[in-house]
């Protein structure tokens, strides 16, 4: 069994062109296992290739981050290409669909006058089409979702639990990366069966050290988010999945626990949401 698993990579970026080998060697050899992550067609067919060029340790996500759904279409446009994401879907290292989710950090939706509102608004409904054209290959394929929610978490539980009553529910859940919500939206989504992942940058920094501090171990999932959020702020290195043994232990030190302790529990909460990586094990 992995001795942790970075729920959150994105191994195709293009900082690490030419040492791709020598970053997963290093992760391989900590016992650290990877889910590099997809953020629209192109890069979740990539992610897939990079699966393949590990026998094991090095699994894929495929999705469509929020921000790559334009204003100009509509979410059943060929943008989404739902037939490509299908097929990916099927593939056996596949673990999750992701990452999707809603993301309004930049829309203007504060003042009805605003010129920019028509555009946001329309941007924020492609968002939500988007997310629930994912939920239903959820559960089409009975796959787990890693979630993107950046200052919109009210309406991406609001969608989440109008679709868990009217859907007969997920057959899997997932995780909401990077959290970045408050102890009550987190309440919210681990009454709906999700758990959350942190990375050392925020856990590092004290940025979440209290909501952490509530949090079950048995709800935290790890992640490194590489190539970004390296653990320190303001270090100029690029992050890498290897980092997140040092996560471990300052969630080690914020929940009283040993790393040891810490990095059993969230690689056992990984195993549980991506259940083809644990038929792997």
Same mark, same amino acid.
């Given at each position: 069994?992995?001795?942790? *698993?970075?729920?959150?990579?994105?191994?195709? @970026?293009?900082? %690490?062109?030419?040492?791709?080998?020598?970053?997963? +060697?290093?992760?391989?050899? /900590?016992? *650290?296992?990877?889910?590099?992550?997809? &953020?629209?067609?192109?890069?979740?067919?990539?992610?897939?290739?990079?699966?393949?060029?590990?026998?094991?340790?090095?699994? @894929?996500?495929?999705?469509?981050?929020?921000?790559?759904?334009?204003?100009?279409? &509509?979410?059943? /446009?060929?943008?989404?290409?739902?037939?490509?994401?299908?097929?990916?879907?099927?593939?056996?290292?596949?673990?999750?669909?992701?990452?999707?989710?809603?993301?309004?950090?930049?829309?203007?939706?504060?003042?009805?006058?605003?010129?920019?509102?028509?555009?946001?608004?329309?941007?924020?409904?492609?968002?939500? !089409?988007?997310?629930?054209?994912?939920?239903?290959? &959820?559960?089409?394929?009975?796959?787990?979702?890693?979630?993107?929610?950046?200052?919109?978490?009210?309406?991406?539980?609001?969608?989440?639990?109008?679709? /868990?009553?009217? #859907?007969?529910?997920?057959?899997?859940?997932? *995780?909401?990366?990077?959290? #970045?919500?408050?102890?009550?939206?987190?309440?919210?989504?681990?009454?709906?069966?999700?758990?959350? #992942?942190?990375?050392?940058?925020?856990?590092?920094?004290? %940025?979440?050290?209290?909501?952490?501090?509530?949090?079950?171990?048995?709800?935290?999932?790890?992640? #490194?988010?590489?190539?970004?959020?390296?653990?320190?702020?303001?270090?100029?290195?690029? &992050?890498?999945?290897?980092?997140?043994?040092?996560?471990?232990? $300052?969630?080690?030190?914020?929940?009283?626990?040993? +790393?040891?302790?810490?990095?059993?529990? $969230? $690689?056992? !909460?990984?195993?549980?949401?991506?259940?083809?990586?644990?038929?792997?094990?």
């Amino acid at each position: 069994m992995p001795f942790l *698993i970075d729920t959150h990579a994105h191994l195709d @970026a293009e900082v %690490y062109a030419g040492e791709l080998q020598d970053v997963v +060697k290093r992760a391989l050899q /900590d016992d *650290i296992w990877i889910v590099t992550v997809g &953020s629209d067609l192109a890069s979740s067919r990539r992610a897939v290739e990079i699966a393949e060029m590990f026998p094991e340790g090095v699994f @894929a996500a495929v999705g469509l981050h929020p921000l790559k759904v334009p204003a100009d279409v &509509s979410a059943q /446009d060929k943008v989404l290409d739902l037939e490509g994401f299908r097929q990916l879907a099927q593939h056996p290292k596949v673990v999750a669909l992701g990452e999707t989710g809603l993301d309004f950090h930049d829309l203007a939706l504060d003042a009805p006058g605003d010129p920019a509102r028509p555009l946001a608004e329309k941007i924020k409904k492609n968002q939500i !089409n988007a997310l629930g054209a994912f939920l239903q290959l &959820s559960k089409e394929f009975r796959l787990p979702l890693l979630l993107h929610c950046r200052e919109a978490h009210a309406e991406m539980l609001d969608l989440l639990e109008t679709w /868990d009553k009217t #859907s007969a529910g997920f057959d899997a859940r997932g *995780i909401v990366h990077c959290f #970045s919500g408050d102890w009550k939206d987190a309440r919210r989504y681990f009454n709906l069966d999700f758990m959350i #992942s942190v990375t050392g940058l925020f856990a590092n920094a004290g %940025y979440q050290a209290d909501l952490i501090r509530k949090v079950p171990l048995q709800r935290l999932a790890v992640e #490194s988010d590489c190539p970004y959020l390296t653990p320190d702020a303001w270090s100029s290195r690029r &992050s890498e999945p290897s980092f997140i043994g040092r996560l471990a232990e $300052t969630l080690a030190g914020i929940h009283g626990e040993s +790393k040891a302790a810490v990095a059993a529990q $969230t $690689t056992e !909460n990984a195993l549980k949401i991506f259940g083809r990586m644990k038929r792997l094990v």
